[in-house]
């Protein structure tokens, strides 16, 4: 089953405890992105990749990182999580830079205090 | 900046009528448009989209209307039915840019 896999699906941690959150698709996408989702904000890009060791920023980088050592993970790294970045995060896959729909994962609930 | 606006948070219509969502965007570079649909608990999935090069796209009881001169789109729901209750949210992008400008999304509650 093509799919995009996330963990952990939920996650309450302390300020300035470093974080990794997970994310696997199994549909050989070149393009992988994370969002985190806040109300009445909807879905704003933290970063994104175009393919393998190619990552750029997108609208709200700041206190994240990435990696894409792999085509089929992407993982977002908090190095010091604050309550700020309480918030529902999604990742989602797409083939290359081509007009087509992104697949999402089933998110992960994260809870900083 | 927000990019791409759905100025109704919520909407209310009864099961079997037409639910209408709109969708207005301001940077004139966006080719494609899609429609997610979200439940809770869940990430969003896929519903339909539209190219710039069409003002039309019909799946089922799912159709996009896309005006680019009010940079304005829509999403039609005929009929709707209790399943459709969820969050929807607009969203947009151009080839080779790699990134998904989304909506703050309308959530749809459809009545008995």
């Known amino acids: 089953e093509a799919q995009v896999t996330q963990n952990p699906r939920y996650l309450i941690t302390v300020t300035g405890k470093k974080l990794t959150v997970t994310c696997s698709q199994n549909?050989?996408?070149?393009?992988m992105s994370w969002y985190r989702q806040d109300p009445g904000l909807g879905l704003r890009q933290i970063y994104y990749s175009m393919n393998v060791e190619v990552t750029d920023k997108g609208d709200v980088p700041e206190g994240y990182k990435v990696s894409r050592k792999e085509k089929r993970n992407f993982p977002l790294i908090l190095e010091s999580p604050s309550p700020n970045q309480t918030s529902l995060y999604f990742c989602?896959?797409?083939?290359?830079?081509?007009?087509?729909?992104?697949?999402f994962g089933q998110g992960t609930r994260l809870t900083v205090v | 900046d927000q990019q791409v606006k759905q100025n109704s948070p919520s909407l209310s219509v009864q099961e079997g009528r037409i639910s209408i969502l709109n969708c207005d965007y301001t940077?004139?570079?966006?080719?494609?448009f899609l429609w997610y649909k979200k439940y809770p608990a869940e990430g969003p999935t896929f519903l339909i989209s539209?190219?710039?090069?069409?003002d039309k796209n019909e799946d089922g009881r799912f159709t996009v209307f896309l005006n680019k001169s009010a940079k304005h789109l829509s999403l039609h729901i005929v009929p709707s039915q209790p399943g459709d209750s969820a969050v929807y949210f607009c969203a947009a992008s151009w080839v080779g840019w790699g990134k998904f400008q989304f909506g703050a999304g309308t959530q749809v509650v459809v009545t008995p």
């Open positions: 539209i190219s710039s090069i069409k």
């Open positions: 940077n004139s570079m966006f080719d494609y």
């Open positions: 989602a896959s797409k083939r290359g830079s081509m007009n087509t729909e992104a697949f």
């Open positions: 549909m050989n996408h070149e393009y």
